[in-house]
C-alpha cells in the first residue's frame, strides 16, 4: 500500500538562447544573479557552499549547495526549524519539525540553447503552506525570464533593481482596473488578449509613451514586459490589496535615469488611485 506524499513541489521550465556554461553562470555567480534575481548576492561556490540572497533587511537567506554539477544540476537547500513562512508557521522557531527547502536547477543542451528546469520542493501538504506553494510557483515564472532576458538580450551588462510599493484604499481588483486604465498606465492602448511576446504601445494619463514587448501578462494581478524606452529593461506592475508594487530591472541606465523613471511612475499610480479616492470620498 503506497504512502501518502508529506510534501509537495512545482516546476517551471524555461528554453534560453545561450550554452549550458552561459546559463550555468548565470545562476552561480553572484555578479549574474543580481542581474535577474536579488539585488545582493554572495555565493561560496562547490557542494558544502553557500548561497545568500537579499531583496533588503527581512528579506534575505542563506542556502546550503548540496549538488554542484557545473552545467547540469544544482541543488541548494534551505533548513528551517519551523513550517511555512507565512500562514500558520512557528516564525520564531521554537516548535514544530525542521523543515528542508531545495530548488534543484537541471540544465540540458538543446542545439545552441539550453532547457533550464527548476523544481522548488519540501513544502507541506496543509493549507498553511498555501500561499507559500502558490507564490513561489508565481515568482521563478517572472524570475526565469528575467534570467532569459538578462542572457540573451543584455549579456554582462549592469543592472540595477528597484521595487516601489504605492499604497492604496481601494481593494486590488478596483486599484488594477483605475491603474491599468485612463487614469493610469491606459490613456490610450490596450492589454486586452495580451500574451507573452506580444508587443504593446501605450500612452498613460501624463502623456508619456510606453512601449515594448510582454513577458508574462496576468491581469487583473501582475502585467510585466520590456521598455524599449529604457534601453530594453524590464518592468512589472503588480496591484495587490491595499498597495501596488512597481518593479525594475534597469539594465545599462544611469541612477538618474533609473530614479527619472521611478518617480514618473510611482506618480502616476499615486495620482491614478488617489483620484478614485476623492471620487468615492465625494460620492458618501
Known amino acids: 500500500m503506497s504512502q501518502e506524499p508529506t510534501t509537495r513541489s512545482h516546476e517551471t ?3 534560453i538562447a545561450a550554452s549550458t556554461e552561459t546559463v550555468w553562470k548565470g545562476i552561480t555567480d553572484a ?3 543580481v542581474r535577474w534575481f536579488a539585488p545582493e548576492a554572495r555565493v561560496e561556490p562547490g557542494e558544502g557552499g553557500s548561497f545568500f540572497v537579499s531583496w533588503g533587511p527581512g528579506m534575505e537567506g542563506t542556502s546550503r549547495i548540496a549538488v554542484w554539477e557545473p552545467e547540469r544540476h544544482l541543488r541548494v537547500v534551505e533548513e528551517r526549524k519551523h513550517g511555512p513562512r507565512h500562514g500558520g508557521g512557528d516564525p520564531t522557531g521554537s516548535g514544530g519539525e525542521p523543515v ?5 536547477y537541471y540544465l540540458e543542451a538543446k542545439g545552441g540553447s539550453t532547457v533550464l528546469r527548476l523544481v522548488h ?3 507541506g501538504m496543509g493549507a498553511d503552506w498555501d ?3 502558490e507564490s513561489t510557483h508565481y515568482g521563478w515564472m517572472m524570475f526565469l525570464r528575467n534570467l532569459r532576458h538578462a542572457l540573451t538580450r543584455h549579456l554582462r551588462t549592469p543592472c540595477r533593481q528597484a521595487m516601489l510599493v504605492v499604497e492604496s484604499a481601494l481593494s486590488a481588483s478596483e486599484t488594477w482596473a483605475k491603474v491599468m486604465g485612463p487614469a493610469g498606465f491606459l490613456a490610450s492602448g490596450t492589454i486586452e488578449g495580451l500574451k507573452e511576446g506580444d508587443r504593446f504601445a501605450w500612452r498613460t494619463a501624463t502623456g508619456e509613451e510606453i512601449s515594448g514587448v510582454a513577458l508574462m501578462p496576468h491581469p487583473p494581478i501582475y502585467i510585466g514586459g520590456s521598455l524599449e524606452q529604457a534601453n530594453d529593461s524590464l518592468f512589472g506592475i503588480t496591484s495587490m490589496p491595499k498597495a501596488v508594487m512597481l518593479t525594475f530591472m534597469f539594465y545599462g541606465l544611469s541612477e538618474a535615469q533609473a530614479e527619472a523613471i521611478q518617480s514618473r511612475w510611482t506618480e502616476l499610480v499615486r495620482s491614478a488611485v488617489s483620484t478614485s ?3 468615492a470620498e465625494a460620492r458618501v
Open 131 to 133: 500561499n507559500e506553494f
Open 100 to 104: 528542508e527547502i531545495a530548488v534543484d
Open 121 to 123: 520542493s519540501g513544502f
Open 277 to 279: 479616492a476623492a471620487c
Open 13 to 15: 521550465t524555461i528554453e
Open 31 to 33: 555578479q549574474e544573479i
